[in-house]
């Protein structure tokens, strides 16, 4: 009776969320009184995840696993879990976290929870704290099975440090017909993804067009951040698909958002609403955005974006 | 081809979010409800696939005779039938398990549902349909072609998109980029009409349990409001960002 954590990796790299989700565990496995296992598919070094309280790695090394694939990924960690006989099953809130969840689900009976912020406030009843109505409402929810799935959002837990000393073992689950192949990968490189960034800096209609990106370019790249898009910008087609943030672009859970030239229509702060802090930049005092915001200049964006530039590059300088 | 689209009945994204009986019930009071946007996505796809490759297309809710308006609107828009499985939605399970036996019944080829409904989030009905029927999967699925048998998906990724090939039956979680917002439609005079002829099948549930409780509803406490920053003093916020939040 373990708690299981599956722990992703891109390139043979832990990403942040596995070891935010390898520190939940750890806290949920505290709580009950056991340990944690975590699982990994062609990881180089696991030695890291003893840092954050994982007892014992369970290590897939399978070609056939190097693109991820739902079925056969969801198949394995059932397996893991069967044999370790864990009744606690925590994975991240990325996109394939979130398509393996409900197949996993489902293979093992279990009560499936997404968007947990929190630990668990109570094991018996099983009780978490999750967002609902897109952030603007928590929803405490009891999961009733005996196996119980819990999906915890990005950024919401800390990674916390928690020596032990962890033993790797190999495992070889069977892999189901894996039903879905993947034909070819558009990823974009050496740059900081939305999903992964702390920082994103995020432009809107108030930029006047497509030309004029240069500038949120320039500010993403001194604090090392993503760029995003708001939905006209989009619709536009000013910027591709893939930056729209809002309800139904994609979610943002930084640490820090800046928008410039949003104004912060409804659909748009929803998607961003996870964010801890928040900027807005605008002309217009009345924008929705100075509502949602914790820091809020009233100004020209072709203005006062080359400034803070400057000067945080003199503050990057002095770091 | 016979395609099932999964339509969710949820507050428009305007509504006040509010809670009554003790914050245990979302308080509908005044709350105009809507299609699932990312539901709607998916709809305007499979009439893409009616109107191109003579696919039949029907929708399909778990819910309480409120949620007819709903189904109507998506009638009018052009879907052929529509069902509504006749109980309250509980938990992703308990919906993905009714709309399981509406596959089976119907002998559906592709169902295409949002990838999440923008009320509870859950994210997981699609997939859990898709297990729960031995179908293939594609979730966040911005692009579909089918061709007989085989079919062409596209599903964005965190920090781009992939392509990939599989086969019917197939359940997408579908989002924006199916097609275009601009390609969204609006139900017309004739549509309305003509939705009040179509059939709309009241089904009784097979009484799925639930596996998890919602207990109660928290609003996030109260933002407190915006620091101003002159715009001639920009290394003001830099000093904020630093010392106060300690974002950078």
């Known amino acids: 009776m373990s708690v299981l954590v599956y722990t992703e990796s891109e390139s043979g790299k832990f990403k942040k969320t596995a070891l935010e989700v390898a520190s939940y565990a750890k806290a949920v496995a505290d709580k009950m009184g056991t340990s944690v296992t975590a699982i990994t598919f062609n990881a180089d070094d696991t030695s890291v995840l003893g840092n954050h309280g994982v007892d014992k790695v369970l290590k897939v090394t399978n070609s056939q696993l190097e693109s991820f694939n739902a079925n056969a990924y969801a198949s394995a960690i059932a397996q893991a879990v069967r044999n370790e006989n864990a009744k606690v099953v925590i994975i991240s809130s990325s996109a394939d976290s979130k398509y393996l969840a409900p197949l996993l689900a489902v293979d093992l009976e279990a009560g499936y929870a997404s968007n947990v912020v929190e630990a668990p406030s109570n094991t018996a009843p099983f009780t978490v704290k999750r967002t609902a109505f897109t952030n603007k409402a928590f929803n405490m929810t009891t999961i009733n099975t005996d196996v119980k799935l819990v999906g ?23 892999i189901p017909e894996l039903g879905v192949s993947v034909e070819s990968v558009d990823k974009v490189t050496g740059k900081v993804t939305i999903a992964d960034a702390e920082i994103v800096v995020s432009g809107g209609r108030g930029l006047k067009g497509p030309e004029n990106w240069g500038m949120i370019e320039e500010l993403a790249d001194v604090l090392g951040a993503a760029t995003a898009c708001s939905k006209p910008v989009s619709d536009l087609g000013w910027r591709p698909h893939s930056e729209h943030v809002g309800q139904t672009g994609k979610p943002v859970a930084s640490n820090l958002y800046i928008a410039v030239g949003i104004s912060g229509a409804i659909q748009h702060l929803a998607g961003i609403n996870a964010s801890k802090v928040k900027v807005v930049i605008n002309t217009d005092p009345e924008a929705p955005f100075f509502k949602a915001a914790d820091y809020g200049i009233v100004g020209d964006a072709f203005e006062v974006v080359p400034k803070l530039i400057e000067n945080l590059k003199t503050f990057k300088a002095q770091q | 081809m016979k395609i099932l689209v999964c339509i969710s009945h949820v507050p428009d994204t305007t509504s006040k979010i509010n809670f009554t009986e003790n914050d245990t019930k979302f308080d509908t009071n005044g709350v105009q409800f809507v299609i699932n946007p990312n539901d709607e996505f998916g709809l305007t796809r499979a009439m893409w696939f009616k109107e191109k490759q003579q696919a039949n297309v029907t929708v399909v809710n778990v819910g309480g005779p409120e949620t007819e308006p709903t189904l109507r609107k998506a009638l009018a828009i052009g879907a052929d039938s529509a069902i509504r499985v006749n109980t309250a939605a509980k938990d992703g399970f308990q919906v993905a398990k009714e709309l399981a036996k509406v596959v089976q019944d119907g002998g559906y080829d592709l169902v ?8 509870y989030n859950g994210g997981m009905v699609p997939g859990m349909l898709a297990g729960l029927t031995n179908a293939n999967f594609v979730n966040n699925c911005i692009s579909l072609e089918v061709d007989g048998n085989n079919a062409k998906a596209i599903r964005e990724i965190d920090g781009g998109k992939e392509t990939v090939s599989t086969a019917l039956p197939l359940v997408i979680g579908g989002q924006k980029g199916l097609v275009e917002e601009s390609d969204l439609r609006i139900p017309n005079m004739r549509g309305i009409m003509m939705a009040r002829q179509k059939p709309l099948q009241v089904v009784e549930p097979v009484d799925a349990q639930a596996e998890t409780d919602s207990v109660k509803f928290e609003k996030p406490a109260p933002k407190g409001a915006v620091k101003l920053v002159d715009a001639d003093n920009v290394q003001e916020l830099v000093d904020l960002l630093h010392n106060e939040a300690k974002v950078i």
């Open chain 2, 112 to 119: 295409i549902a949002g990838r999440e409904s923008i009320d």
């Open chain 1, 152 to 174: 915890v959002s990005k950024n919401a837990f800390r990674v916390v440090d928690n020596a032990v000393s962890a033993t790797a073992e190999d495992f070889s689950p069977s």
